[in-house]
C-alpha cells in the first residue's frame, strides 16, 4: 500500500504541475489516388489544479492508513 500511495503522490504533483498536454495529429484532407494531401491539426488536454491536489492528498491518506496498521 506504500508504494500506491507514494505513485499516487508523484502523480498527483506531476498533476498540478503540468496542467495540460498537447499533441498533433496528421489528418487526410483529400485522398485522390495514391495522392494525398494531409493537414497537421493541434489537441490539447487539459486539467484543473485541484484535480492534482485531491491525486496527491489521496496518496498522503493511503500512506498513513498503511502506517497505522503497521
Known amino acids: 500500500m506504500k508504494k ?3 505513485i499516487l503522490i508523484v502523480i498527483g504533483l506531476l498533476i498540478t504541475i503540468f496542467t ?3 499533441f498533433k ?3 487526410d484532407v483529400v485522398e485522390i489516388g495514391e495522392f494525398a494531401i494531409t493537414q497537421e491539426k493541434e ?3 487539459n486539467w ?3 484535480v492534482g ?3 496527491a492528498l489521496g496518496g498522503i491518506i ?3 492508513l498503511s502506517r497505522k496498521k503497521q
Open 48 to 50: 484543473p489544479q485541484w
Open 20 to 22: 495540460g498536454i498537447s
Open 4 to 6: 500506491i500511495g507514494v
Open 62 to 64: 493511503i500512506l498513513l
Open 25 to 27: 495529429t496528421e489528418e
Open 53 to 55: 491536489g485531491a491525486v
Open 43 to 45: 489537441h490539447e488536454v
